[in-house]
Every structure is written in C-alpha cells, then in structure tokens.
C-alpha cells in the first residue's frame, strides 16, 4: 500500500494492519504490528525527505510476520537514547523491544526499508495457509539486496523461508 505518511493515513493503515491480521486469524498480533506500523511510519512523517511517499508491506513468512515500510530517503535510522523526559525518540527503541527482530537496508540509490518482525503463532499460521490473498505472483530466487549488507537486530538467529506467495495489504 502506498501513501503519504501523514496522521490520518497512519490510523488508516494501523486499521488495514489489524483487519488483515484479524483475517489471518492472528489476532494475538494486532497490537505489536500495530504498534509497530505506527511507529515506522511516523518516523518516516517525521524525517523523510525528500518527501512523506512510503508503502507499507505484509508478509506472512512459515514462521513469522514481517512488516516493511518502505520510503525514499536513503537514510538509515539509528537507535537514540532518549532523555528521560524527552517526548520523542523512542519509536525504535520500542519496534526493537516488542519485536522478534528488525532492520534497515537501503533500497536502491533513493530509499530504505526498515522492517520488523513477529513471531506468528505456530497453529495460527498453519491454518491461514490457504486464506493469504496472493497478490504477487513471482519472487526472485536470490535475496533482495545481494550487493547490500544487511543491518539487522535480532533477538535469534534462526532463519525462516520465504513462503511462495508474498501480500502486500490492499489500500
């Protein structure tokens, strides 16, 4: 889903988020991707330039959920500290918190994606196997960003692959 950062759009896709898992019966999640969302694209409201244009992307991995925000500024977020009575600078601090791991990886000469993920409830995901809209229907055979380190801040290193089909959450 692609759309302008901007307040009103945040709720909008925060409600997207929780119908689209609440139709992957993953409900347990709702409130971390929620959260999660909210927090990526309000930065991008905050510091993107050249412009407030992102997309917002779903994907529903074997045994995770990943939520990416994409956007076209090529600069990579960094964790701050925040003073203890400081109003903002703790959105990633809690992305890194509530999830199982997260990340930032340029995307072309222009852009970013920042990323986390959620463990998905093993019966959970099983069962809506065969309810995920398909809306893509090819995936490269190699990784996304091969020329590209990866930064990434994982609580595990376990892996998991890719399923055949990608959603990206209708607008």
Excluded at 37 to 49: D, F, G, W, Y
Excluded at 79 to 92: E, K, M, Y
Excluded at 132 to 155: C, D, K, S
């Amino acid at each position: 889903m692609e759309l302008q950062a901007l307040p009103s759009r945040i709720g909008q896709v925060r409600r997207i988020v929780s119908a689209q898992l609440r139709y992957w019966h993953m409900d347990s999640l709702i409130d971390r991707a929620s959260l999660g969302v909210t927090e990526l694209l309000s930065n991008v409201h905050r510091h993107a330039q050249p412009d407030k244009t992102c997309t917002v992307e779903m994907e529903l991995l074997l045994d995770r959920l990943k939520v990416s925000v994409y956007d076209r500024d090529p600069r990579l977020p960094v964790v701050a500290d925040a003073a203890p009575l400081a109003t903002c600078g703790r959105g990633l601090a809690m992305v890194a918190a509530m999830s199982e791991s997260w990340g930032a990886v340029p995307d072309g000469e222009s852009g970013k994606v920042v990323w986390f993920t959620l463990p998905a409830p093993s019966a959970t995901a099983q069962a809506a196997w065969d309810r995920r809209p398909r809306l893509t229907t090819a995936e490269p055979a190699g990784p996304r960003f091969p020329e590209v380190a990866l930064v990434e801040h994982t609580l595990d290193s376990h892996d998991a692959e890719r399923t055949p089909a990608r959603s990206t959450v209708p607008g």
